[in-house]
């Protein structure tokens, strides 16, 4: 049992990296802006980490051996060009260069596939061009790319977890697998784009395990966190629609695909397979079933 | 004419950029920290850019067209793995996105040959590998990455001028050529390395007219602002010994060559030479002479 300090604790990955801490056994410092649900081995910190001064503060009073970091803006349809993803970076380096001061042992950064240059052949670690075409992405990437220089000098361990699409119980509602298991659960029609892309899903719960086991492996670098599998958009959206006994309600090729949307996005998990030793759990069919599942018990939203 | 913003005016850079942006007829609103002398054609505004919405203030006031940033820590021996490196990656971010949010046309940012993975082979904006070793190096690199997204998404023009090994009048007097010859000046004995390295060495106000070339051009991305010739350190000290007839005084070999030089660090310079035009004017014989004599006028150092 080791105590993980977990910044972004509340968030959609963040709730379920909590879930699979304390699985293993790992006692949590939790950070979020506002705190969050009392449980057992869990000690939350309401604390913004954009406030001057705050993450110092925390790193300080807390002197943690371990970190995983998965805060930043992530505001739906947003995120992707804010520049609250400048002050992110500011902050994540700050958190950074903190927990080394206070001789932090080894940290894990949440990355995004958004770092690399798009393109069709599977995204490696080492290999693939990082030529991000987003803000979000460009931000991601430099805040790794000074994370681990501070790292180096520091002589503290850092491993940056590059995260692909995810989905689960309790994605924002207008994600896409969120998005049509709701209106098909609901009896509306859906209208999709053709949905050629292929892009690399993972349960969130996998994700989070792995972000887990990498915490917990002595593994530095850049590590996709990812399934390595292709799956088409339109096998998504049709596994959802036999799911829900909805697919007659999907119109495929009803919306033009987004001009610049890259054809294939499927990530290399060489070294989280084979160095780090994770094999995802949960196949897509039973994922987005229990995602679908979930959402038939939520209160329908306005 | 133009008015160009220069940040970071009262370096060691920056004065020469002063001039050289005065020389082709602009009129220059020039940032430091305390201010500057007073000169035709140019507006001094006393600011400290690492303050909360500084550049945000200025940038709103002036509305520049252009912009050329050499703002920066720079202390001599400590700037290679401070942490101030942090707060210059938030607080270039920070201008270049007022910049482009007061519709700012053009800036250009000064980056740095410790952006690349430092090895023998021509340094080259488009291929070499971009894998600093030191902190500085990587905010460097990093504030590039997130600086070409904003002004990609913003509809502005960034130029990233990648500066190699300067030297000149002005230059800190305990950096190499300064060293040399001042303790050549007065009669001290120097020593150094077997100064077997191999450097790119441009003279200040060379590199200044390129960054001036290079803002007036309409070249985008990284462009190495470099001689594009390698010399030994050796070369040069035993230039400096025949300009002040010292090079009797020189023991190459007296100190250790520090672990981890690099051997050779030259810039690939057809960028600009040939997209921008530039020609370096001052041969290096002649700028060290010029460097010599400008010493050779100041009064003793204590």
């Not at 970091?69 to 947003?78: K, Q, S, T, V």
């Not at 987005?288 to 959402?295: E, G």
Request: aromatic share 6%; net charge negative; proline share 4%.
């Amino acid at each position: 049992m080791t105590r993980v300090l977990l910044a972004g604790a509340s968030g959609f990955v963040g709730g379920s990296v909590l879930r699979a801490l304390l699985d293993r056994g790992h006692e949590v410092d939790a950070v979020a802006r506002r705190g969050g649900q009392a449980r057992e081995r869990v000690r939350w910190h309401a604390t913004d980490l954009l406030e001057p001064g705050a993450a110092e503060a925390l790193v300080t009073e807390l002197e943690p051996e371990l970190m995983l970091d998965l805060a930043w803006y992530a505001e739906h349809g947003r995120f992707w060009d804010s520049t609250e993803n400048l002050r992110w970076v500011d902050a994540t380096l700050r958190l950074a260069h903190a927990f080394t001061e206070a001789r932090g042992r080894r940290a894990l950064i949440a990355g995004s596939c958004a770092e690399y240059a798009w393109g069709p052949a599977l995204l490696r670690e080492n290999d693939s061009a990082l030529e991000p075409s987003t803000l979000y992405g460009a931000a991601k990437h430099a805040t790794h790319v000074v994370a681990a220089a501070l790292a180096a000098q520091g002589h503290s361990e850092l491993v940056w977890g590059r995260l692909f699409f995810l989905y689960g119980p309790g994605e924002h509602p207008d994600r896409l697998v969120a998005a049509v298991a709701r209106s098909l659960i609901a009896g509306e029609r859906v209208a999709t784009s053709e949905g050629a892309q292929v892009r690399d899903f993972m349960h969130v719960d996998d994700a989070a395990r792995a972000l887990v086991e990498l915490l917990e492996s002595p593994v530095t670098g850049a590590v996709n966190v990812a399934s390595g599998l292709g799956v088409s958009v339109r096998e998504v959206v049709t596994m959802i629609g036999e799911l829900t006994a909805g697919l007659d309600h999907v119109d495929f090729g009803a919306i033009a695909t987004r001009a610049g949307e890259p054809e294939r996005l499927v990530a290399d998990v060489a070294r989280l397979r084979e160095e780090v030793g994770f094999t995802p759990a949960i196949a897509l069919r039973d994922g987005l079933d229990a995602t679908v599942r979930w959402w038939r018990e939520q209160p329908a939203l306005p």
